[in-house]
């Protein structure tokens, strides 16, 4: 059964310093790899989809990378915002079947400080 | 596209009620899920449809719990009858065939049952 893993489960820093979440995947035959987003009280926001046979994905201040081998993902935010204060989750796909339901991590819940 | 629609974003009823969730898919995916989310357990998937028929129901924690998917732009999330322990904020999402496009969250139903 797969299990995914964030850490840390918290995080807390300054306005405009880099950092970094990590996660990792108990089992390393993913389809895809997706970091979301959640507000409090809102839904998930996807971030960066990454496939199986991509190495990282980009979109502005973030960068995903993933090392399926090893079975691990981070996700890289540069010049944090306190706008970017948020639950960030990783999520993994198999590759078994037609099946495509992902398997959550339990979060990171990232403060940014003014 | 408006992006997945679900319906009520709040529901609050007594203990033995029925309870019924909406869910509106992004017109051409093929793939939709339901998940629920609690503090305790996180994300988890209750059951997913492909092309309207259910594949995996294993995650429906009663048979209390049932749902259905009578056409491609319409799903329903039903307990019956209703438990305090399943309040929880409860999630639709769909995806394309393939799922190498990732998920799109719907903005959830936060239920609370008193």
């Known amino acids: 059964k797969q299990e995914v893993t964030q850490i840390p489960a918290a995080l807390s820093v300054p306005e405009g310093e880099n950092l970094v979440l990590n996660c990792s995947f108990t089992d390393s035959a993913i389809y895809n790899l997706q970091w979301f987003r959640q507000d409090p009280g809102k839904g998930l926001t996807s971030l960066l ?13 973030l960068n995903a990378s993933l090392d399926k081998s090893s079975g691990r993902s981070t996700l ?10 948020a639950t960030y989750l990783c999520a993994v796909s ?21 | 596209d408006a992006g997945v629609i679900q319906s009520p974003r709040h529901e609050v009823t007594e203990m033995g009620q029925e309870v019924t969730l909406r869910c509106k898919p992004i017109s051409g995916h093929d793939y939709l899920f339901w998940y629920r ?11 997913y449809f492909n092309n309207n028929v259910p594949i995996d129901d ?21 307990i019956q009858p ?6 929880a904020v409860y999630f639709c999402a769909s995806s ?5 496009y990732g998920y799109t969250f719907g903005s959830g139903t936060r239920l609370t049952v008193v």
Request: cysteine-free; aromatic content about 4%; proline content about 7%.
């Open chain 1, 49 to 61: 989809l990454i496939q199986s046979s991509q190495r990282e994905q980009t979109s502005g201040r």
């Open chain 1, 76 to 85: 890289y935010i540069a010049a944090s915002q306190p706008g970017d204060s």
């Open chain 1, 94 to 114: 198999l590759s078994s079947g037609s099946a495509r339901q992902l398997t959550f991590g339990s979060g990171t819940q990232l403060t940014v400080l003014p």
């Open chain 2, 37 to 47: 989310q609690t503090m305790m357990r996180g994300l988890e998937l209750l059951i």
């Open chain 2, 58 to 78: 294993s995650g429906m924690p009663e048979d209390r719990f049932s749902a259905k998917m009578p056409n491609a732009s319409f799903s329903t999330l039903k």
């Open chain 2, 82 to 87: 209703s438990e305090p322990r399943d309040s």
């Open chain 2, 96 to 100: 394309p065939a393939g799922g190498g």
